[in-house]
C-alpha cells in the first residue's frame, strides 16, 4: 500500500453510537465496571442466546449470572457483564471456549471514562436558551464548545475545556432537572477501543494489521470497503 493512502485511512476515527458507550449518572461504581469482550470463528452471525447459554455456564467457560449481554454483528463481537466482577477473572483464565461450531475468544474489558464530555439528552428544540442551560449546569466548568448529536435537536454534546467531575454536574441538572417543560438527563462517554478504518480499494485483514504495527489488536472484522478494528486498550493489561 502506497504511504499517502496509509495516512488516509488511518484518519477515520471511531464511530460507536453514545447509546452503545454511555454512562448513566445513576450507575453507582462506573469506574470499576468490568466484563468481557467476545470475537468467535467462523465469522458470521451469530444467535444471541449462543453467548448466555456458553458465558453463563461454570461447566462450559467457569462463567456465572450475566448482567447484561450484547451482540454487535457488524463489528463482530459480543460483550458481557458479570454480576460479580470477579467471574470475568475466571473465564479469562479458562481461555477459549469451543460450542457447536463456533470458538469463542474473550477479553477483559474495563471501560474508561471520557473526563472531557457529557451528552444532555431530552434538550428542548428551541436553540436560544440552551447555552445559558449549559453553563448553569456545568458550573464550576467553563464549556470549550457544544454541538448536536448525530443532528438529533434533543441531544447535545458538549466538550469541556479542562477534566470534569461528572458527579457535579449530574447535581447540577438534578437541582436544574427540566427545560421547557422536559426532563433533562446526563449521561458521561466512554472513550472508544473500536476504530472504523474506510478504504476506497478491498484490503484484506493482514493489510489492516499493517497500518497498526506498534498496537495490540483483539480481532479485526473486515468488510469490502471497511474494517473495525478491535485493540486491547483499556483491560488493564495492553495499553494503546
Known sequence: MQDNQDENDQTNTSKITIKEDVIDDDDDDVQAEKGLQIYWTPQKDIETHFVEIVFSNYDKSDGGPIQIHTIYQHFGIAQIVYKNSHTADRVIHHGSITFQSFTFMPRLLQRTVDMRHVCFINMSIETNRIPLYIDIVSKPYKKNHFEYYQNDKQTILVEYNEDIDFL????????????????????????????????????????????FKNERIFHIKTYSFCAFVHFYCHDGKHIV
Not at 446526563?186 to 476506497?200: A, G, K, R, S
Open 168 to 211: 457535579k454536574i449530574s447535581s447540577n441538572v438534578r437541582n436544574h432537572p427540566e427545560y421547557d417543560g422536559l426532563q433533562i438527563k446526563c449521561i458521561q462517554l466512554y472513550h472508544p477501543e473500536t476504530l472504523l478504518v474506510e478504504y476506497d480499494q478491498e484490503y484484506s485483514e493482514y493489510d489492516i494489521k499493517n497500518l
